[in-house]
């Protein structure tokens, strides 16, 4: 490994001030799988750990331990919060030209005026964190980096700990055998209140037709039981393996891992560019190729559908009007195929104004009328009051940032809380006018299919 000290880096660790500094150092770490990395972490970070794969794979990130943890019990300012505490820390960065950028990973809760006493407790309105340890693989190349924050003198010794404790890690990762990796088995699949899901459709039906609103998402959840526990480990690898094109998450917190496989991109800012993307409006997949292009098809021309996706496109065209120039949009929607269901898909892109964040871009967007509804303000209230649960981190924003302002926030769905030998996995739809309980109901089976999958239970959807 490679000890020698930079000039820079070592006159600033040996630094004998108070003052606030951000060192950060990278080493190539030749072919490492990123799931040994993060379980080599079980002993020692077991509830500080992240995962992360976009979904086109260009880009893997782990995170073990924490240099800092950012976060946020407020209700109205905490996109602006996290903004401004990552700025400060931004500014202390002290990097070699080799050097990765350092990332800042976490999610924001879907809504934090929402307080009803859930499984979620123990996760603030955000959640952020600078990983101690940080794996990244960006278009093939893996490199491993060490963030350390500090705030007193001569940092040396810590320094020098904190490589040697990188070394044990990479060893780990290298040479540990990890699993076995069966799925869990489940001994129950317990439907929360699903008789209250099919009078919330109802109710919300009823709404919609009285001019309450345009659309509201409405969700449920199912609880799984399991033999025994399920480690964070067995659940990101089986969803990773089940799901190949969607994004892949996990954010360990205390005795909790939030996780999922979701299809839906938030925003990406890369360069000065931002992308979006428009992804409601579903069918299931067909049993041969011929009834999967039928249904496409019957999706693309469907009435209710193309009026549940035309919200979500209007919302993000109007945001992007606001936040960026040079606006590229799509006058069509087309069709996003993914394991177990098709969606109407709408890519946004444009040109970010000079001064915005990728912080302010996630509050605009947050939610979008695929989670939330129209109008935006009336719609979570009727959440709020109708749905009779706590979403969590569930249908929120979860990514990353990094020091050079670039990053990626996808739409946290398909998702799950696994808490020990139990999960709370969430699924939803859009409810509009002419919305019938028994086809809603229907398609949450298709939207919990790929946790349920991953976790082992059975697809009775
Ligand atoms: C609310 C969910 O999906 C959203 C995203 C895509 C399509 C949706 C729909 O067709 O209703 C939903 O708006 C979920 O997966 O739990």
Redesign the pocket.
Same mark, same amino acid.
């Given at each position: 490994m490679n000890r020698k000290l930079t000039t820079t880096r070592e006159s600033q660790l040996k630094l004998n001030q108070d003052t606030l500094r951000f060192f950060t150092e990278t080493i190539d770490a030749g072919r490492i799988s990123p799931l040994a990395f993060f379980e080599a972490g079980d002993s020692c970070y077991k509830n500080e750990r992240f995962y992360w794969q976009n979904a086109d794979k260009t880009l893997t990130l782990v995170g073990l331990g924490h240099a800092t943890v950012l976060t946020s019990n407020g209700r109205k300012n905490r996109f602006a919060h996290i903004s401004t505490e990552w700025n400060k820390l931004r500014v202390a960065l002290i990097k070699e030209e080799k050097d990765m950028e350092p990332v800042l990973f976490g999610g924001f809760s879907f809504d934090p005026e929402n307080r009803t006493e859930s499984e979620w407790s123990n996760f603030p309105s955000a959640h952020f964190v600078v990983p101690s340890f940080q794996l990244m693989i960006k278009n093939g190349k893996t490199s491993i980096s060490i963030n350390y924050i500090t705030e007193s003198g001569n940092a040396v010794e810590e320094f020098d700990r904190l490589r040697d404790e990188r070394d044990r890690l990479i060893h780990i990762a290298q040479v540990e055998e990890f699993g076995p990796m069966a799925k869990p088995e489940v001994l129950s699949v317990e439907e929360l209140e699903k008789e209250h899901y099919y009078d919330t459709v109802a109710d919300v039906t009823k709404k919609i037709n009285a001019g309450e609103a345009e659309k509201v /998402?409405i969700?449920r959840s199912v609880k799984l039981h399991f033999e025994n526990e399920v480690t964070a480990v067995t659940a990101l690898h089986h969803i990773s393996n089940e799901q190949q094109e969607s994004y892949h998450f996990g954010m360990q917190k205390e005795d909790s891992l939030f996780f999922g496989a979701t299809?839906?991109r938030l925003v990406e800012i890369e360069n000065g560019r931002a992308y979006s993307a428009c /992804?409601?409006?579903?069918i299931r997949r067909g049993k041969t190729a011929t009834e999967d292009r039928l249904l496409g098809e019957e999706l693309l021309e469907d009435r209710k559908?193309r009026e549940?996706h035309q919200y979500?496109v209007n919302m993000i065209s109007h945001v992007f009007e606001t936040y960026c120039t040079d606006i590229s949009i799509p006058k069509m929607p087309k069709l996003m195929k993914i394991r177990d269901i098709q969606?109407l898909f709408t890519p946004v892109e444009g040109r970010l104004v000079q001064g915005i964040d990728i912080f302010s871009l996630v509050e605009a967007l947050h939610p979008t009328p695929?989670?939330g509804g129209v109008p935006t303000d009336v719609s979570l209230e009727i959440i709020r009051q109708e749905e009779g649960m706590d979403r969590g981190y &569930?249908?929120a924003p979860i990514g990353w940032t990094d020091t050079a302002g670039n990053g990626e926030f996808a /739409?946290a769905?398909?998702s799950a809380l696994l808490q020990n030998n139990e999960a709370y996995l &969430?699924? #939803? #739809? #859009?409810i509009v006018a002419d919305s019938e309980p028994d086809k809603e109901y229907e398609?949450?089976w298709v939207?919990f299919r790929p946790v349920l999958r991953a976790l082992g239970g059975k697809l009775n959807g």
């Open positions: /998402v969700a299809p839906e /992804v409601a409006g579903s559908n549940e979500v969606h695929a989670l &569930y249908a /739409v769905i398909r &969430y699924a #939803g #739809g #859009g398609e949450t939207k």
